[in-house]
């Protein structure tokens, strides 16, 4: 039996889940609170304009906006269908 169990996955506990995916909320959640308030809006726009020209999935976007001593960067990473 125990060669079997070595192949065999580890069942975890629901509690196990909900506490990761609680952290992972918790997380997403911080990482937001020091944003503009402006940024949701401002990341839809720009989506509405790139899907004029290229069909984007919306999950497969990101926006990060990253601070320094001297300035703001607003990254936006997409990812494009090859056709």
Same mark, same amino acid.
């Given at each position: 039996m125990g060669l079997l169990d070595y192949?065999?996955?580890? %069942?975890? %506990?629901s509690a196990s889940i909900a506490k990761e995916r609680l952290q992972i909320v918790v997380s997403h959640e911080r990482s937001r609170r020091h944003q503009p308030d402006y940024l949701p809006a401002l990341q839809q726009d720009l989506m509405q304009v790139i899907a004029k020209y290229v069909n984007i999935d919306p999950d497969e976007v990101s926006v990060q906006l990253d601070h320094d001593d001297q300035r703001s960067v607003l990254e936006l990473n997409i990812c494009l269908p090859k056709d």
């Open positions: 192949f065999k996955q580890e %069942s975890r %506990s």
